[in-house]
């Protein structure tokens, strides 16, 4: 009888269990820049900490996003106007409570550190349709939950 090497068996688990883990994706899009917030200043005037409102402009539906930064990164968007379109990196992982997330790694050509426990980045999504009775505009309703069209053109907005 031939026995299995006890090495062999630890590899084994330890592929078997890095397999199963669900992968992280990064995707490229385009921003268009909104707005410019300073949050914070210190005793020089310097900002410490910035808001940036975008439009994700090829995403279906209203999809914008506020994201958070430090200096480096509002010193790096200085450069840009608001109007622009900006290239952005999106990084697309697993979060420990179940679920998928996604923030902004890079704006233009300006990097950003992903904080996973900091407030102030978020993401504003909805997707409007007339509501109708008897023919005649009757409102709207609204969902927020990302649809399948959306899911199709910005991938990264799957939360499953």
């Known amino acids: 009888m ?3 090497p006890t090495a062999f068996l630890g590899v084994f688990a330890i592929f078997s269990v890095a397999s199963c883990t669900p992968r992280e994706e990064r995707f490229e899009s385009v921003l ?5 917030t300073d949050v914070e200043k210190n005793d020089k005037g310097e900002v410490e900490q910035v808001d940036f409102e975008f439009e994700w402009d090829p ?5 914008f ?7 480096e990164l509002a010193k790096c968007m200085e450069k840009y106007q608001k109007g622009d379109y900006l290239a952005a990196t999106v990084k697309h992982f697993w979060d420990p409570h179940g679920f998928y997330r996604w923030d902004v790694e890079k704006i233009g050509d300006c990097s950003r550190d992903i904080e996973l426990t900091s407030e102030g980045s978020f993401e504003r999504s909805q997707d409007c349709t007339d509501h109708k009775m008897y023919g005649r505009s009757a409102g709207f309703a609204c969902s927020r939950r990302p649809f399948k069209k959306l899911v199709g053109v910005c991938p990264f907005m799957a939360r499953q």
């Open 59 to 63: 995403c279906p539906g209203d999809q």
């Open 65 to 71: 996003q506020v994201v958070r930064g430090g200096k």
């Open 2 to 4: 031939r026995t299995i």
């Open 32 to 36: 268009q820049f909104v707005s410019r």
